[in-house]
């Protein structure tokens, strides 16, 4: 018996839109030996003009998606910003090798 093909596709499919606010954002990363990106801390510009950084980032889950056709890695992570707790998408673009932050 087959498995007549469910969910071998999954790469192909299109994850839709991005939801939330988008920061543009330099990711300080870590390749796994299987060459997986594993993001460790970030800095991008506040809506004040003010350069953050974000150290101690808990990655909770990390997914293959693929938005308007570019493959992308998008991982669900929580880490302080200006001193609050906040959950947050990672998206790294792997063509481009681009990383966006969505809030």
């Not at 991005?18 to 920061?23: A, L, S, T, W």
């Not at 669900?76 to 673009?93: D, M, Q, T, V």
């Amino acid at each position: 018996m087959g498995t007549f093909g469910i969910g071998t596709n999954v790469n192909n499919i299109d994850s839709g839109e991005i939801r939330g606010k988008m920061y543009h954002i330099a990711c300080k990363v870590w390749f796994t030996a299987s060459c997986s990106p594993m993001p460790l801390s970030i800095k991008f510009e506040g809506d004040d003009g003010i350069i953050q950084t974000v150290s101690d980032i808990q990655v909770k889950y990390a997914n293959n998606k693929n938005y308007d056709g570019i493959p992308s890695k998008e991982f669900c992570c929580e880490a302080i910003i200006g001193g609050i707790l906040h959950e947050f998408k990672l998206i790294f673009y792997m063509e481009s090798c681009k990383w966006v932050m969505v809030i």
